[in-house]
Structure formats: structure tokens, C-alpha cells
């Protein structure tokens, strides 16, 4: 089966190239739909949510209290979430100046932004505290991780706000970065509203068209965004979490985990990641005898996710405990076999070409 | 195989040196500011491992990029067209960039000197195969090249050890399509793996002779050309393109192929040989060969050189070969994953075309992501500066 999808994946390349089979813009009603359907809605509700984090800081930072810190608690979840829904785009206006890294440092195995801040937090540093002189630190300071490390401590309660001595400092740190955060998600959603930016040149792929010249290449960007997506959650967030045993299992190693969001990060990319693949409405592409290809991969969402949904959060606290630990494997099986699905059989089907080593090496 | 046609970068020396410039260290990033004194790297302030390859970025563009050991970018110098492997100066202070065959050009870059790298072209009639290496006092560079007409390999001497660089000669590697170029430990020898295939680049990335292709790895003489030994696999191993190439502790090369014959066969893909020792084939269990399409991507020792990692990007995986028994120690998982670095003692980096750059600590463990630029896709090889 495999060998003969590559086969048909190689005859449509071959055919296009020669311009005989397929008209260039084959693919542009998906990517228009991708577009409206998903990446605007997606980057619309980060920015929202990034927006109203910076005052649940201030609030917090006046008076720490139980619901002030609840109230913090809640809003970076939710920023998180829509971060989830949006990070797997690696592709235009959300990588631009380093937008996604400065959102987000991951994977971070070597603790590089634990110690910086260590390495600035003893020089009291005071560009991080303004917003404007953060975004030219390095991207480790920025973002969500930077405030995870800051406002939570291991076991996942809020003491950002806490008495102490640098108090002041990390609270106006915090806010910088939340500001920061707010700054770069309305750029994102900004650069992909834009009719004339990025969006046009996935829409209009031509010969002066950069390296989108037929609505082959712009789908292609598309879809193996979504495969790198899945790939990130099974080998850079899963197996380093898992490791080869439960006794050598990090959950720190889980991005969002120290905040008890590692969970809701992992739903939301997989919501995210199918909701994309969805609005494609690749089934309109697709001959009859690979109509099964669609169902298959829906289900297979349908299933990592309740899979996800049934462990007991946070998992940072329960991936110990031999029941989620094997969940979390399971989930690993479910996204392999998503992986093959998608970047194989349904590649294959479509026409679509994913490596870069494997399809043109040498 | 029209599918894996590129077009053949046409290329201007002037306007890549006027429109794209030199070596960019990299600002605003997870960077320690002081290591970057004056658009320069200064080694001193550098105290990490640094590693180098040629990728593609998110804006389609093609450059060499250098990282430290965590995987985190440092410089960047743009290539004019897509690169493929380079090498490395015997101080490690220099390293030559080649083209993606059929380029025709390689870029000399001193990343702790000069921010300008120095260009140079294949002469008319020829292009460069991607690989190179300096000769042992790095005065001189060793490139594999085609002459197309004349349907031989050459390796195009390079001396740059001026303030230009000068062709000063040229060897024959006794063979069709020279891929990858080994320097034996005294220095004395080079090892030429003749992949066997005839290409023209008026056809580009087409093979012109796969029913008689008969690839081999050479021992050739430095100091005059001479063939000191010819390798060459059993008849019908003949379309087993041998490729890359890595040296173990025990001197013996390591060769990984790419099988141009029916794909439904899962021939043997990696030898290792001496001098004066015939090319003995490694075993690969059917269970993983099946998935492996027949194609070898990188081929490199460790730095202690008693495991060879062999990368088959077309397989998404990676096998480790222990030199000692020639067996297969294990194999990881890594979608689309080809370059390959040594890193520690015994520990390899591995690069992949979804821009995940991997620590694996020894064959049992598994990859551990260091770092994903966002849309960049490595290219073949990877190296250690």
C-alpha cells in the first residue's frame, strides 16, 4: 500500500511538472478555506486571550490573593490553550522575528532560559522589565515559558506576587513579558488578517512567488505544518516526558507542565491540528476508494483525545502513577499511527510531497 | 526520476557577494552577546562545541548555519543555491561549503576572522558532487568533481592558503560520479567513494547509465595519483551507488549506498573496508531493511570511533554499526532525519528535514529534540567544527 501511494505521489508530481493533470490553482480552494476556516479564527483567539492576561498581572501583583492568583491562574491556562492552537503553524506571520520562539523557548532540554533568568535575576537586569527592552533580549527572557519558570513554582502554585525580596522586580518582569506576549500574538493575528501579506502569497503562488509557486507548494507549506505538528507532540513532548521506563519518566519535560496546563496544551494542539486538517476539506480532492482515509484520521483524533481527557491532571503530579503513564503511552501509538496516516496515505492520496532528505536527497 | 529534479542554480559571484553579503552572527536570539564581538565569533568567549549545515530557511532561501551544542543558531552565511556537505580545516577554524551537485560553487568561510567567505566556481566543463576536505597541513582542498563530457570524476586541487583561491591541479579518481572524499590519518591518502552514476547537468539529477554503473571505493596516493587500491562490490551489487563515507577508530571506512535497482529488493546498503582488505558487507534484519527504500543518506563515526551511525532518511531511521564486529548495535527514529555529527565523547547530533536537531546519548537511548527552528529544513550533512 505504502510503495504504491509514494508511486501515485510520484506520478502526480511528474504530471504536474509537465502541466498536463493538474491546474495550478488545484489546491487553492484548500488553502483559502485552511485560512479563513482556521489560521484567522485560531491567531483572533490567541490574540484575545493574550490580551487579557497582562491585567490579571497587575491585579495580582497589587494584591496576591487566593482569587487574584486564581484569576492568573485561569488566564495563562487559556493563553496557553490558544497557544496550542496556534504554535504548529510554522509557517509565516507566526514565525516571522522569531515570533514563535519568543512565545514560546521549546524544546528547552538544556534549561537555557532557567538559566538566564538565574544569570539576569543576579545582575537585577532592569531591560527586562520594559516591555520594548525584553523584545530585543533573547528569546529564552520573552515569552510563556520565561513566565511559567517565574510565576510557578514546582508543585504548580502560583507565587508570582509572593513577599520576598525581588518582588517588585519579577512582578514588573512578568508584566513586561505579558505585554510582550499581547504585543507579538496581535502581530501574528495582524500579519495573517492581511489580504496583500502572507496569506496573498499562498493564495496567488506564481513564478515571482518566493518559493510558493503553484498552490501545490502553498498546500504542501500547509499540510506538512500539521505533520511537523504531530511529529513535535510524540518525539519533543511525549517520549522526553515518557523516557524508556515510568521510574526514568520527567514530566517536567512536558511543555506547560509546571503550571499543571501540560494536559491542555496536548488537547489543544491535537484540537487545533485537526480542526486545520478539517477545514482543508480535503475530502473534495479525494477520488471515492480514499474517502475511508478522512474518517480514519478523525477517529484516531477522536481517540487520543478522550485519551487525554480521561488522565488525571495535572500530570505532572499523576505520571507516576502507572495508569497515566500508560495512557500516555497509548497516546504515543495513536500519534504514530496519525503521523503514517496523514503523511503517508493521505499525502500519497493526494498528491502532496513531505520529506526534504527523503523525497530529493542525494 | 524527473520527480527530483532541481533546477540548476545559475549563479553570479558578483551579485551573491553585493546582494547577500557575508557571515551574519546572530542577534535577538538565546545568545550570550559577548561571543559575538564585531560580527565575528571569537572563539574564546565561545567555550561550547559548535557544529555546522547548510539548511533551507522558512523563506525558501538557502544558507550554512552554525549552532552550539545545544542545538541553538549562532551565525549564518547565505549560500547562493543549496548546499550539501563541506569541510572542515584540520585547526577547525575554516570550512569550505560546497553546492548540491550539479552546483558550481563552494564558499570559503571564516567564521573567527573574516565575515566575508571567499567564492569560488567549478571551471568550465565541471561542477562540484557536494563533498571536499583539506589536505592535512589545510592549505589545500580536495573537491570531487564532474567532468561531464569526458564522463570521468576528478578531484579538483584547491590551494587556499592565499588571499585567492587558486586551482593548482587536478587527480583522477578512476571512476564515474565521486560523491564523498575521506583523508586517511597520515594524511597521505584520500578515499574516494565513486558513487558510479553519469549524470550531465543538461539533464539534471538524471541518471544516464544505471544498467552498467560500477561504483567502487579508491585509495589514491597523494603525492603523484596513483591507484593504490580499487574496491568494488560483487556483480550484483554493480547498482549499489556507494556514497558516504567515515573513518573508525580502527581505521577502517565505513561506505553506505543507495540501491538504483528494483526497490522491492532490500540489498545490503553499508560496507567497511581497508586499504588491503575487500569491502565486507554489514547485515540489516528484513524487518527494518524493508522500510529503509534502499538509500543511505550520511555515514559518521562517533568521536571515540567505535560506533558508525548511518542515517536512511527515506526510512526515518537511523542505524549504529559497532566497528569493532561490524554489528548493529540499534536504530532510532527519526522522520526524515540525515545529517549526522559526532558530539561528546560517544554521543551523536542528528538533523532531520522538519528542523528537529537531536541528542542521542548512545544507540539504546532515544533522540531528544534540542532545539526545531521554526521552518527550517536541514539538509544531508551535518558537521563538527
Redesign the interface.
Known amino acids: 500500500m505504502r510503495?504504491f501511494l509514494i508511486a501515485a505521489a510520484?506520478l502526480s508530481?511528474?504530471c504536474l511538472?509537465t502541466g498536463t493533470a493538474l491546474a495550478a490553482d488545484t489546491y487553492t480552494a484548500n488553502v483559502r478555506q485552511v485560512i479563513d476556516g482556521y489560521i484567522r479564527p485560531a491567531t483572533s483567539a490567541f490574540a484575545r486571550q493574550a490580551s487579557a492576561l497582562p491585567p490579571t498581572i497587575d491585579a495580582l501583583c497589587t494584591t496576591a490573593t487566593a482569587q487574584t492568583k486564581e484569576d492568573f491562574a485561569d488566564g495563562y491556562r487559556d493563553v496557553v490553550t490558544a497557544f496550542g492552537g496556534v504554535s504548529f503553524l510554522?509557517?509565516g506571520p507566526?514565525?516571522d522575528d522569531?515570533r514563535?520562539?519568543s512565545l514560546a523557548?521549546m524544546?528547552d532540554?538544556?534549561g537555557?532560559a532557567q538559566r538566564?533568568i538565574r544569570r539576569t535575576f543576579a545582575k537585577k537586569d532592569p531591560s527586562i522589565t520594559d516591555p520594548d527592552q525584553l523584545s530585543?533580549?533573547?528569546?529564552?527572557l520573552q515569552g510563556l515559558t520565561a513566565l511559567q519558570l517565574i510565576a510557578f513554582n514546582k508543585d504548580g502554585d502560583v507565587v508570582l506576587g509572593d513577599p520576598g525580596e525581588d518582588r517588585d522586580y519579577i512582578c514588573s518582569y512578568a508584566s513586561a513579558i505579558a505585554q510582550n506576549v499581547d504585543r507579538i500574538a496581535t502581530e501574528i493575528e495582524t500579519g495573517w488578517l492581511d489580504e496583500d501579506g502572507y496569506s496573498a502569497r499562498l493564495l496567488n503562488p506564481g513564478p515571482d512567488n518566493?518559493?510558493i509557486r503553484t498552490s501545490k507548494e502553498a498546500i504542501e507549506t500547509i499540510f506538512?505544518a500539521l505533520?511537523?505538528g504531530l511529529?513535535?507532540v510524540k518525539?519533543?513532548e511525549l517520549?522526553?516526558t515518557l523516557?524508556?521506563e515510568i521510574k526514568k519518566a520527567k514530566a517536567h519535560r512536558l511543555p506547560f507542565s509546571r503550571s499543571g496546563d501540560g494536559r491542555a496544551y496536548l488537547i489543544a494542539e491535537l484540537q487545533g491540528i485537526e480542526t486545520a486538517l478539517r477545514a482543508a476539506h480535503f475530502e473534495q480532492n479525494l477520488d471515492e476508494e480514499f474517502l475511508w482515509i478522512p474518517d480514519s484520521i478523525h477517529f484516531e483524533f477522536a481517540n487520543g483525545i478522550a485519551n487525554l481527557e480521561s488522565l488525571d491532571a495535572p500530570i505532572r503530579q499523576s505520571l507516576k502513577n502507572e495508569k497515566t503513564y500508560q495512557k500516555l503511552t497509548l497516546l504515543v501509538i495513536t500519534m504514530n499511527s496519525l503521523?503514517d496516516t496523514i503523511?503517508l496515505e493521505l499525502a500519497g492520496a493526494l498528491g502532496l510531497?513531505?520529506?526534504?532528505?527523503?523525497?530529493?536527497?542525494? | 526520476?524527473?520527480?527530483?529534479?532541481?533546477d540548476r542554480t545559475p549563479f553570479s559571484r558578483r551579485a551573491f557577494l553585493t546582494g547577500l553579503g557575508g557571515l551574519a552572527v546572530l542577534a535577538?536570539?538565546?545568545?550570550n552577546q559577548t561571543a559575538l564581538a564585531e560580527g565575528l565569533l571569537d572563539r574564546t568567549q565561545l567555550d561550547v562545541p559548535l557544529f555546522a549545515s547548510p539548511r533551507?530557511e522558512?523563506?525558501?532561501s538557502f544558507t550554512l548555519s552554525i549552532m552550539d551544542d545545544?542545538g541553538?543558531d549562532i551565525a549564518r552565511v547565505p549560500l547562493p543555491g543549496r548546499g550539501?556537505g563541506m569541510a572542515v580545516s584540520p585547526d577547525k577554524n575554516r570550512l569550505i561549503a560546497f553546492a548540491?551537485?550539479p552546483g558550481t560553487f563552494a564558499l570559503l568561510i571564516d567564521p573567527f576572522q573574516r565575515s566575508e567567505p571567499q567564492v569560488l566556481s567549478s571551471i568550465p566543463g565541471r561542477h562540484f558532487y557536494?563533498h571536499g576536505c583539506f589536505s592535512a597541513d589545510g592549505r589545500l582542498v580536495y573537491a570531487v568533481e564532474n567532468d561531464y563530457e569526458a564522463v570521468r570524476g576528478v578531484i579538483g586541487v584547491y590551494d587556499v592558503s592565499g588571499r585567492e583561491i587558486r586551482r593548482v591541479g587536478e587527480l583522477e579518481t578512476g571512476g564515474i560520479g565521486p560523491h564523498d572524499l575521506l583523508l586517511t590519518d597520515d594524511g597521505k591518502t584520500l578515499v574516494v567513494a565513486n558513487g558510479g552514476i553519469q549524470t550531465h547537468p543538461g539533464r539534471p539529477r538524471e541518471k544516464l547509465n544505471i544498467d552498467t554503473m560500477t561504483p567502487s571505493v579508491v585509495y589514491l596516493d597523494l603525492e603523484n595519483g596513483d591507484l593504490l587500491a580499487n574496491h568494488a562490490l560483487e556483480k550484483d551489487l554493480h547498482q549499489l551507488s556507494l556514497?558516504h563515507m567515515a573513518m573508525d577508530s580502527m581505521g577502517q571506512v565505513w561506505v553506505g549506498g543507495q540501491f538504483e535497482g528494483d526497490?522491492?529488493l532490500t540489498p545490503p546498503l553499508v560496507a567497511r573496508m581497508t586499504r588491503d582488505q575487500a569491502p565486507r558487507l554489514t547485515e540489516i534484519p528484513g524487518p527494518i531493511a524493508s522500510g529503509l527504500e534502499s538509500?543511505i543518506?550520511s555515514v559518521v563515526a562517533n568521536a571515540s570511533g567505535d560506533i558508525v551511525a548511518t542515517s536512511a532518511?527515506?526510512g526515518?531511521k537511523v542505524m549504529f554499526w559497532s566497528a569493532a564486529t561490524g554489528e548493529l548495535l540499534g536504530t532510532q527514529n527519526?522522520?526524515?532525519?540525515?545529517g549526522l555529527a559526532p558530539i561528546d565523547e560517544s554521543a551523536f547530533l542528528i538533523s532531520?528535514?522538519?528542523?528537529?536537531l537531536?541528542?542521542l546519548e548512545e544507540p539504546?537511548?532515544?533522540?531528544?529534540?534540542?532545539?526545531?527552528?521554526?521552518?527550517v529544513?536541514?539538509?544531508?550533512h551535518m558537521f563538527a567544527l
Open positions: 510503495n510520484v508530481t511528474a511538472e510554522r509557517f507566526t514565525i522569531h514563535l520562539d523557548f524544546p532540554a538544556r537555557i538566564q530585543g533580549k533573547s528569546v529564552a518566493g518559493q506538512n505533520v511537523t511529529i513535535i518525539d519533543q517520549l522526553p523516557g524508556s503521523r503523511a510531497s513531505g520529506g526534504f532528505n527523503a523525497l530529493d536527497g542525494d | 526520476m524527473p520527480w527530483t529534479a532541481t535577538g536570539t538565546s545568545l533551507r522558512a523563506d525558501g545545544a541553538q550539501h548540491r551537485r557536494g556514497r526497490l522491492s538509500y543518506g532518511p527515506r526515518g527519526v522522520i526524515d532525519g540525515c532531520d528535514g522538519r528542523g528537529g537531536s541528542y539504546s537511548s532515544y533522540p531528544d529534540v534540542l532545539a526545531r527552528p521554526a521552518g529544513a536541514w539538509d544531508n
